[in-house]
């Protein structure tokens, strides 16, 4: 069933749709039940202001809190009750690989964004994609999305991640530092806030390549204004992946 957002409800007192509605605490236990299914979460905050809220603020957390436990504890044990940009936008990047169709970002290739089932997001990965000098911030970076087979681009990798506290990083005061410009039509897939470009920026260490198992002058990746991270990679062949591992 498609349901159209309206905009025009905000669920005050005198508002039509309260009559018999349900409290934001059996909301709570039912999608509890549900084990937080975000494709129903997202059809709920299609339906008004007043759902599209609690989803918001509710829902997204404790499906964020559910699938990845360890990384919203750290995300969260600065004392903040939020994340940067907001829990949505978050549960987004868990579970959807951006991709590239429209044309702004990554203009190799063109691969429409999608679903993914599970990924594994690391802490110890995301140093990999730190200047030596940043290294005390702390980053999740997925496991490269694989799509392979891409004609002349051979095959390719998606990865994204998300930092902690990016206000206070070092990775975004050398961005501003070197007035790093953000790129003047792409957005977030997940926020929808401005990009930095890390490569513009000469911010990308050999280290993150050999993580992912991809050639070093092919991998880019951009930063927005709220810490979510996504990139493209060309991958090496196997043999070559695990010789680079090595190496590392």
Avoid at 150 to 160: I, K
Wanted: aromatic share 10%; with cysteine; net charge positive.
């Amino acid at each position: 069933m498609i349901l159209t957002k309206q905009y025009r409800c905000i669920h005050s007192s005198s508002c039509q749709c309260t009559k018999g509605h349900l409290s934001e605490d059996v909301i709570f236990l039912v999608f509890q039940q549900l084990n937080w299914n975000p494709k129903l979460i997202a059809t709920l905050s299609c339906v008004c202001k007043w759902f599209d809220d609690l989803a918001k603020r509710v829902l997204w957390k404790e499906f964020c809190k559910t699938r990845a436990p360890k990384m919203m504890l750290d995300l969260q044990s600065s004392g903040s009750h939020s994340v940067d940009g907001n829990w949505r936008a978050l549960g987004k990047l868990l579970i959807y690989c951006s991709g590239c169709s429209g044309g702004h970002l990554f203009n190799s290739v063109q691969i429409p964004g999608h679903f993914v089932y599970r990924t594994r997001f690391s802490r110890t990965s995301g140093k990999s994609f730190l200047l030596p000098q940043c290294r005390t911030d702390i980053l999740y970076v997925s496991d490269p999305c694989e799509h392979l087979d891409q004609g002349d681009e051979g095959d390719v990798g998606f990865f994204r991640g998300v930092f902690k506290s990016f206000l206070v990083s070092k990775v975004r005061k050398m961005l501003i530092d070197r007035a790093a410009k953000l790129h003047p039509t792409a957005v977030c897939p997940y926020c929808k806030a401005k990009l930095w470009d890390m490569l513009q920026a000469k911010m990308i260490p050999q280290s993150a390549s050999c993580r992912l198992g991809a050639y070093e002058d092919c991998i880019e990746y951009y930063v927005c204004l709220n810490g979510h991270m996504l990139g493209i990679c060309t991958l090496l062949p196997l043999s070559d992946s695990e010789e680079a591992s090595e190496s590392e």
